[in-house]
């Protein structure tokens, strides 16, 4: 149906093999968005749009504008981004993608009779997925281009918009560059489960990954998959948000800044698990750390994305997602408040969700989304009291980061007590002072927002005692 371009060498350069792990099959996971769901349904049908630019040998040519469509509130509309440094050479590059590619088939082949589990190798690991084919590098030959909306040629340009953002964001935040990562434009990822009986007959089933973005450590690369065929995208899709993309951005972020201490504390994060695996645990479904841990990530994601796009314009109207996710509302989706009680803590730590609550904290996106607003509403408590602050540029973003930097470095990994620790720390780095120099009554306000948001957390920061009113 479409061209194929002649870029094997490409091909063989992208030879990459995500995922590998141990303990638990992939459709068990989560992914960086929400959770991951396999459908026997296959993907939707793209457009490649400039086929004769795609298949014809690459020129190098700087990309300055294009039309994109993006959430804002519950519409989309369609603006023309501009871009800093994007280059359509043997594929789409810029200061923060290494290549772009298009219609990559990543598969793997599990069995439904393996006792250890459909998916696992044998010596335990869990099977990753390998690149079989790809359509190849994806370029762009036409300057303010409007392709039309479900193109991969929009899909790339409107992730490319909101990636080169987010790497600029961390540039001006830091003054320190990142490294580049891949972008996988609508990859189909496939899973073939021999022994699935149906209707008494031995059949393989086929599954597909579909309406999700995930970030992928171990190949360095984005992947944005395609909706599931015959969905009514009628409003939009999870690429349209700002704030989704700048999420998996900020999991890149996350991993450059952390990967290694938590590597070295035996946390590594796993795209086929989509949380951390814990290479002190036997079964990695009951590593309480690995789980706690997962919930800081999506929380410090949460965030960064949050200050990344400035507003939560682009979150605010996605489907299922909204509330919940949307760092500055105190509810979820569903309409409870966001609070992480003891109850809720249990429901992390042992991946279990309980009959009594309706929100499941298991996920480690939801308990993360409680940790974010918490910490957000510290945040923004701290730059109003800050507000004349020469160095309020984009301040919400560098507290994010500390929070983050203060998370990794903790060693106590069986609580929420490392929480306290990273308030501390990412407050005076916004207020510029330390612990002995903010007063009281801010203090008292700032451990109030947590008391009462976070009533599992074992040690209340910005307090000397279990209590926020015994400051003296
Ligand atoms: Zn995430």
Request: proline share 5%.
């Amino acid at each position: 149906m479409f061209t194929v371009p002649k870029l094997r060498r490409f091909v063989l350069i992208f030879l990459i093999i995500l995922g590998g792990s141990c303990g638990r099959p992939a459709n068990d996971g989560r992914s960086p968005l929400r959770p991951i769901v396999t459908t026997k349904s296959p993907p939707a049908t793209y457009q490649l749009a400039d086929e004769a630019c795609n298949g014809a040998s690459p020129k190098t040519a700087r990309v300055w504008g294009a039309q994109i469509w993006t959430w804002e509130d519950s519409q989309i509309k369609t603006s023309t981004a501009r871009f800093n440094t994007l280059t359509s050479e043997a594929s789409l590059v810029s200061d923060a993608i290494s290549a772009t590619s298009w219609r990559d088939v990543f598969e793997r082949r599990c069995d439904i009779k393996n006792p250890t589990g459909p998916c696992i190798n044998d010596d335990g690991s869990e099977k990753g997925w390998v690149l079989k084919s790809s359509g190849g590098g994806l370029r762009i030959c036409e300057d303010d281009a409007k392709f039309p909306r479900r193109s991969y040629e929009t899909v790339a340009l409107t992730s490319h918009y909101v990636l080169e953002k987010a790497y600029q964001t961390y540039l001006s935040a830091t003054n320190t560059t990142i490294g580049k990562i891949k972008l996988s434009i609508l990859p189909h990822f496939i899973d073939y489960y021999a022994n699935f009986y149906q209707a008494g007959q031995n059949k393989t089933l086929k599954t597909y990954v579909t309406g999700n973005l995930a970030y992928f450590p171990v190949g360095q690369m984005i992947a944005v998959f395609p909706e599931k065929a015959g969905s009514t995208s009628s409003t939009g899709s999870l690429w349209e948000s700002e704030f989704v993309l700048a999420h998996e951005y900020s999991h890149h972020i996350d991993f450059a800044r952390h990967g290694k201490t938590l590597a070295a504390a035996g946390l590594i994060w796993d795209p086929t698990l989509h949380g951390f695996r814990d290479l002190d645990a036997t079964d990695q479904t009951k590593s309480k750390r690995a789980r706690i841990r997962g919930a800081y990530a999506e929380a410090f994601a949460d965030l960064l994305a949050y200050y990344t796009e400035g507003s939560n314009k682009s979150i605010r109207g996605v489907p299922e997602i909204q509330r919940t996710r949307d760092v500055t509302s105190d509810t979820f989706a569903n309409g409870e408040a966001k609070k992480l009680t003891s109850t809720s803590l249990l429901e992390l730590t042992d991946g279990l969700p309980s009959q009594e609550q309706s929100v499941n904290f298991s996920d480690i996106h939801i308990a993360g989304s409680v940790m974010a607003h918490a910490a957000y509403r510290v945040f923004e408590t701290v730059l109003s009291a800050n507000s004349s602050s020469p160095e309020t540029d984009n301040l919400g973003y560098k507290m994010t980061l500390a929070l983050g930097d203060a998370l990794a470095n903790s060693r106590e990994d069986y609580t929420l007590s490392p929480l306290k620790v990273a308030l501390e720390k990412a407050v005076e780095k916004g207020l510029g002072k330390g612990q002995d120099e903010i007063p009281l009554s801010l203090k008292q306000n700032l451990c109030k927002i947590v008391e009462d948001l976070i009533p599992a957390i074992p040690d209340l920061p910005f307090a000397e005692s279990m209590s926020c009113e015994r400051q003296a």
